[in-house]
């Protein structure tokens, strides 16, 4: 059975094969029991007088305007439904720290915090984070003066590149937020998410346990 | 990604006309979006609407996690992260905590919801990529039985070789798990019927009808519980092989245990010869306990580059019994 929350049906290349969609389908089964039923079900749920298709608040497809939160400023832009809150930052404010590496969620690259939690902006709608305070890298320093952590990362020469970087810093800032003196082993948790291409990790780690004002608790990789 | 509607109904019932009426020919639901927004990168799918759900609020939902007598509580909308950190389900059933903590990462675990994590779609390669219509996509072949099978199924009759993902699945399977749904026929699913294996539907993994929404899922206490598994990187990656583990105990002797078993079948695999083989076994006596651990296997089948899962799966099986009886693990 084809169902409409498992798409196996909502496949452009079988749509556009058969020209036909599930409603033209559903429609022309319209005796079915499942479908008769469903209608039923949803017309029982609703007030009398009103009509089969209750208060929705629909928007786009094409660019409607969108007001976002980032680094304590309400910003508004234009964005289709379809923009990730990663190309909203980068493409429609000019907000570059956040980086787009795997763009599938797997690498943290893109990384900013949305109402304390840690989140993968790549994979989000920018739609979904209205609303919500956004920090971006962009947003840590105060007052001209950088966070903690980014601090200690510079201090423990935390990276090698730099790319993943603006990544790792949010998830330890994220982290020490929640949890101001972690573990080596909560800090590993914490920063599972974040992937370097590089070795850099035992200094990341040193940088965190220090902007928190943990001793250390490994050495260093020679020459960094 | 192609161009779509976000849509926000004000409640289920408008969701559920959304998905079912006319002014929309594609509708796509949407938990975190974290399954959703991989496909539609990828142009697996082409919805005309996507609509959210997160905002949706059973009767009787309060917070993300609840208890009320002997039943748990889990809104559809609960975070893994809220899961995972859950006071209530870490004492009463910490499988549930500990299988959900263990997947992914934090960033995914702020975002993914309990019924997007049941609902999402396998992680076949072959499937994931468009460039592969196999059978699961309506074409002609699976890639991946003569292909690159390596993280694929050990049970299962085929056609389609996927491991379902979803680590929340076989941890609710052994807590007597109930799914409540909105919109169909019926009010609620137990969780060993929400899947299917591909012999009985290859498109799909789950038996929700079109128009039917997850509300909120309910359980029984399992305080002694667990859950391992075994992955390539074990901070971040899809398990190779895991288990869950619900005991009943006598002292240190097992009077009865409920195994399911996860990344290894189509479907959560439960584990009937290992529960009935564990009764009896004193968890102090391990070769007893490996010998029943042992009978995990039975029946499997590997693919050509799989048969490692063999020897994983009766190690995640015991660990997790002893991560039950909160006896320690080796690493
Ligand atoms: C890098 C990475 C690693 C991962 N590792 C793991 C892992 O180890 N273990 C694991 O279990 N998962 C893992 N995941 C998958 C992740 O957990 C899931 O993608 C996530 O749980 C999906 O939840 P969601 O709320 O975002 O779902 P969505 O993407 O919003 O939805 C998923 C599916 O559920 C449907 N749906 C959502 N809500 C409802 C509802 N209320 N009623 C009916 N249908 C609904 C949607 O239509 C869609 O088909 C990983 C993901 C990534 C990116
Ligand atoms: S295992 Fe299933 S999803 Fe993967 S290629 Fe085979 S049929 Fe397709
Ligand atoms: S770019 Fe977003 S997680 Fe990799
Ligand atoms: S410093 Fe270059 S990818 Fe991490």
Not at chain 1, 162 to 185: E, H, I, N, Q, S
Not at chain 2, 15 to 34: C, D, E, I, V
Not at chain 2, 274 to 287: E, R, S, T
């Amino acid at each position: 059975m084809v169902s409409s929350n498992d798409p196996g049906w909502n496949n452009g290349k079988d749509a556009g094969k058969d020209g036909v969609s599930r409603r033209s389908f559903m429609v022309t089964l319209g005796a079915s029991a499942a479908a008769a039923s469903l209608s039923q079900a949803a017309q029982a749920a609703l007030p009398k007088g009103q009509d089969a298709q209750p208060e929705s608040d629909v928007r786009g497809p094409g660019e409607t305007s969108l007001t976002l939160n980032v680094n304590g400023q309400s910003r508004t832009i234009k964005a289709e439904p379809a923009t990730t809150l990663l190309d909203a930052l980068r493409q429609k404010m000019g907000l570059t720290g956040p980086k787009e590496i795997c763009d599938r969620g797997a690498c943290g690259g893109c990384s900013v915090i949305i109402n304390g939690n840690l989140v993968a902006s790549c994979m989000m709608l920018a739609a979904d984070a209205e609303g919500a305070a956004i920090t971006t890298i962009e947003g840590l320093s105060k007052d001209g003066a950088l966070d903690p952590v980014q601090e200690s990362f510079i201090r423990h020469d935390a990276l090698q590149c730099g790319y993943c970087t603006p990544g790792f810093v949010m998830a330890g800032r994220a982290l020490l937020d929640k949890k101001p003196k972690p573990t080596l082993a909560e800090i590993k948790k914490a920063l599972s998410g974040n992937i370097c291409r590089c070795g850099t990790y035992t200094n990341v780690f040193n940088a965190i346990l220090e902007a928190s004002g943990q001793p250390p608790v490994m050495d260093s990789a020679p020459g960094a | 990604m192609n161009p779509f509607s976000l849509a926000r109904p004000k409640d289920h019932a408008a969701t559920h006309a959304l998905l079912t009426g006319r002014r929309f020919s594609l509708p796509l639901l949407k938990g975190g979006g974290m399954d959703v927004v991989d496909h539609l990168k990828e142009g697996l799918w082409k919805p005309d609407v996507v609509i959210d759900t997160r905002h949706l609020r059973a009767p009787g939902a309060s917070a993300p996690i609840s208890k009320d007598g002997q039943t748990i509580r889990i809104e559809a909308w609960a975070t893994m992260s809220e899961i995972a950190a859950s006071d209530i389900l870490l004492k009463d059933a910490p499988c549930v905590a500990h299988a959900v903590g263990s997947a992914a990462s934090p960033q995914v675990r702020n975002v993914g919801t309990a019924a997007g994590n049941l609902l999402q779609r396998p992680r076949c390669w072959y499937y994931r990529n468009e460039q592969f219509q196999c059978l699961k996509k309506g074409g002609g072949t699976c890639f991946a039985f003569e292909g690159e099978n390596k993280f694929h199924a050990i049970f299962g009759e085929g056609p389609c070789y996927i491991v379902h993902p979803s680590n929340l699945a076989p941890a609710l399977c052994i807590t007597d798990a109930v799914v409540h749904l909105h919109g169909g026929k019926r009010a609620s699913l137990p969780i060993t019927d929400l899947y299917h294996t591909p012999d009985k539907g290859i498109r799909t993994e789950h038996n929700l009808e079109p128009g039917e929404i997850v509300t909120h899922i309910t359980l029984s206490p399992a305080p002694v519980s667990g859950f391992y598994a075994i992955k390539e990187k074990q901070s971040f990656d899809w398990p190779l092989a895991f288990a869950c583990a619900a005991l009943q105990l006598d002292g240190s002797t097992i009077r009865s245990a409920r195994v399911c078993a996860g990344a290894v079948a189509p479907v959560p695999w439960l584990l009937p010869g290992v529960d009935a083989a564990l009764k009896g076994v004193d968890l102090d006596d391990d070769k007893a306990l490996r010998a029943a651990c042992a009978k995990a296997t039975e029946g499997a089948r590997p693919l050509s580059q799989n048969a490692y899962k063999l020897t994983m799966l009766p190690v995640a099986v015991r660990r997790a019994v002893l991560m039950a009886a909160g006896k320690k693990v080796e690493a």
